[in-house]
């Protein structure tokens, strides 16, 4: 079946520092590949997508690129801010007639200023 | 556009006890979906609504957990007998469903309902 991994579970830097969290996907087909936020107490809300390969996705600084070769779609910041401290997930719908998210176990960042 | 919203914020219940989570979809989407989130098993995919209908239910626990979707702007999610395991976050999304079903759809999800069993 289907499935994301999310390599860091938590990530803490100090304000302006290079963000990437990695994100590596298992699916049949041609999955489209999200970025999710979810700041405490709200739930997740849609960063980006991306539905081809090669295609970079980006919102609010962030960005990704998916990477079929090697099934990632690591999301990548030059300059994280206070703001940025959230829950960030990983997630692919495989398409064709499915129409779950599948989420990734998501990455706690914790920017200090 | 209020988004999706979900009712109560947090519930407590005892051991044992029934609770009903309400969600109200996001006016003119068509998907209604529900998940629970937990430390251990982040977010997990529990049922699917399209127009109304009951499409698929492969994440729900079958004997105590229950979903229904009576008219287009509300769906409730209804946990008998509750156990202490239930407690978790549960969300609500909607979608367009501009794809009738056919995936990749963008899910915007309610703030969640806590559910603590004492």
């Known amino acids: 079946g289907d499935s994301v991994t999310q390599t860091e579970g938590q990530v803490a830097l100090s304000e302006e520092d290079f963000l990437t969290i990695h994100c590596n996907y298992s699916?049949?087909?041609?999955?489209?590949l999200f970025w999710y936020v979810q700041y405490p107490g709200e739930g997740p809300q849609l960063l980006f997508r991306?539905?081809?390969?090669?295609e970079k996705g980006s919102s609010r600084g962030f960005e990704a690129t998916y990477d079929k070769g090697t099934t990632s779609f690591h999301l990548r910041k030059a300059s994280v801010q206070e703001s940025d401290s959230a829950v960030y997930y990983c997630?692919?719908?495989?398409?064709?007639?499915?129409?779950?998210?599948?989420f990734g176990k998501g990455t706690l960042l914790t920017v200090t200023p | 556009n209020a988004g999706v919203i979900q009712t109560p914020r947090h519930k407590v219940t005892g051991k044992g006890q029934e609770a009903t989570l309400w969600c109200e979809p996001i006016?003119?989407?068509?998907?209604v979906f529900w998940y629970r989130q937990t430390i251990v098993q982040g977010l997990e995919f529990l049922t699917y609504?399209?127009?109304?209908?009951?499409?698929?239910d492969s994440g729900m626990p079958k004997e105590r957990f229950s979903a229904q979707m009576p008219n287009q702007s509300h769906s409730t999610l209804k946990i008998q007998s509750t156990q202490p395991q239930d407690s978790a976050v549960y969300l609500c999304?909607?979608?367009?469903?501009?794809?009738?079903?056919?995936?990749?759809?963008?899910?915007?999800f309610g703030s969640g309902t806590r559910l603590t069993v004492l």
């Open positions: 609504f399209r127009n109304q209908a009951p499409i698929d």
């Open positions: 006016s003119g989407h068509s998907a």
């Open positions: 991306a539905s081809r390969d090669k």
């Open positions: 997630a692919l719908n495989s398409g064709g007639s499915n129409y779950k998210l599948t």
């Open positions: 999304a909607s979608s367009l469903d501009q794809l009738g079903g056919r995936g990749a759809e963008t899910l915007y």
């Open positions: 699916a049949s087909g041609y999955p489209t």
